[in-house]
C-alpha cells in the first residue's frame, strides 16, 4: 500500500502522540459517516496508547450512526458547550477531522481558536485554511477515514486493533462512497477493507445499519420528492430539487432523513448534475445546498461560484442565505451558466 507520510513526517506524528496525554478530536458540523468514523476509530487508537481522548462534535448527527461503537462517549459542543470549552482548554492536542476551515465547525471555531493545544488536521478536502502543527491534507483520498487507516497502519499499530476501530473506519469509508460506488478506483481501497474484514467485522450488517433502518416517514419523503419536488433539465442532463419547511414538518423529518435523496436523480439514463435545496429546520432564512455529478462535472467548482461552499468533484455543499424562491433562482441560474458543459454527452 502507497505511505502516506514520509519517514520524517512519521517521526513528527509519532513525537506528537507521545506527548499528548489529553487528546480532543473534533470534526466538522452536521457529521456524516466520515466525520464520526474517523473520530471514534482515531479515538479508540490514542486510548489504545494509553491517551485520553474525547470526541466533540458541534451538534447532531442522524440516527442511523448511534450503533456505532462508543458514539455514548461523544460530546455535543451544542449541548455541553461549558464541558467541551474547558476539555478543548485542557488539551494538549487537538485532532481536526474531516473539515478544512474553521467555518466547518460553526460555534465551535472560537474554543479551537483560543486552544494552546497543538493541532493535527486529517482531511480529504481541497485548500485546507487551518492554522496547524501538523497537516495530512490528501484531497484524492475517498474519506478521511481512508487516511486514518492508512496513518495507522503506517504508525504498525494496525494488528493490536480491534472491531471498535474497524467498524467505524469502514462505516466512514463506506458512506463517503456512497457503497464504493464513486470516488473508490483506487485499489488500495479494497486492500483496506481486506484489512478490515481480518477483525471480524460484518460488513453486510453495516450496510443495513446504514442504509436500511430508515422510518415510513423517510420513505414516504424520498417519493415526493420523486413524484412532486423533482425538476428535470432533460436537454441539460440536470435536476434539482426544493424542500421547504412545511414539507418537512409534514413528512416528521428527523436528521439524517434527507441522506443520499440527492443521489437518486442520477439513476436517470443520461443525468450529470443534481442539486437538492433544504430549508433549516431551525434558523429562518438559511437554505441548505447538496450538489452530487458524475464523471467529470465539477460540483465542487459549482459551490464555490454559486452556493458559498465547496467541497469534490463529483459531491459538494454549501448554504444559502435568504428565501427558498431566491434559492431556486440561484440554483437555475447555476445551472444556466454551466450549460455547456452539461449539454455535451461528451463532457
Not at 50 to 57: C, D, M, N, R, S
Not at 265 to 293: A, F, H, N
Request: charge should be negative; aromatic fraction near 10%.
Amino acid at each position: 500500500m502507497e505511505r502516506l507520510l514520509s519517514d520524517d513526517e512519521l517521526l513528527q506524528v509519532r513525537r506528537l502522540i507521545d506527548e499528548t496525554q489529553k487528546a480532543v478530536i473534533c470534526c466538522h458540523t452536521n457529521p456524516d459517516g466520515d466525520a464520526i468514523g474517523s473520530s471514534l476509530g482515531w479515538a479508540e487508537i490514542l486510548r489504545s496508547l494509553g491517551k485520553q481522548a474525547t470526541v466533540i462534535v458541534p451538534d447532531q448527527y442522524p440516527d442511523f450512526l448511534h450503533w456505532l461503537p462508543n458514539t455514548e462517549r461523544i460530546v455535543r459542543y451544542d449541548k455541553r458547550k461549558e464541558e467541551a470549552d474547558t476539555m478543548m482548554a485542557e488539551a494538549d492536542t487537538v485532532f481536526c477531522l474531516d473539515f478544512n476551515s474553521l467555518q466547518r465547525v460553526s460555534d465551535m471555531s472560537k474554543a479551537l481558536e483560543d486552544t494552546k493545544a497543538k493541532k493535527v488536521l486529517i482531511d480529504h478536502h481541497l485548500n485546507p485554511d487551518i492554522d496547524c502543527d501538523f497537516t495530512i491534507s490528501r484531497p484524492q483520498a475517498s474519506s478521511t477515514c481512508e487516511l486514518v487507516f492508512r496513518l495507522v497502519w503506517q504508525l504498525e499499530l494496525f494488528e493490536t486493533t480491534n472491531k471498535h476501530f474497524a467498524i467505524p473506519i469502514y462505516c466512514g469509508m463506506m458512506t463517503d462512497t456512497g457503497a464504493f460506488s464513486f470516488n473508490s478506483n483506487d485499489p488500495d481501497i479494497f486492500f483496506i477493507i481486506s484489512q478490515l474484514l481480518t477483525k471480524n467485522i460484518n460488513k453486510d450488517k453495516i450496510y443495513r445499519n446504514v442504509y436500511h433502518t430508515y422510518s415510513e416517514d423517510r420513505l414516504r419523503l424520498m417519493g415526493y420528492v420523486l413524484y412532486e419536488k423533482l425538476v428535470v433539465y432533460s436537454d441539460l442532463h440536470a435536476s434539482f430539487y426544493a424542500l421547504r419547511r412545511e414539507d418537512l414538518v409534514h413528512f416528521h423529518f428527523v436528521k439524517g432523513d434527507a441522506e443520499g435523496l440527492v443521489n437518486l436523480p442520477l439513476q436517470i439514463k443520461g443525468m450529470k448534475l443534481s442539486v437538492s435545496l433544504r430549508e433549516d429546520t431551525v434558523k429562518e432564512g438559511v437554505v441548505w445546498v447538496s450538489l452530487r455529478s458524475v464523471d467529470s462535472f465539477p460540483c465542487n467548482e459549482m459551490a464555490e461560484r454559486f452556493f458559498n461552499g465547496g467541497g469534490h468533484l463529483n459531491a459538494a455543499g454549501g448554504k444559502l442565505f435568504g428565501s427558498m424562491d431566491e434559492a431556486i433562482e440561484r440554483t437555475k441560474m447555476a445551472i444556466e451558466a454551466y450549460r455547456e458543459k452539461l449539454e455535451d454527452p461528451q463532457r
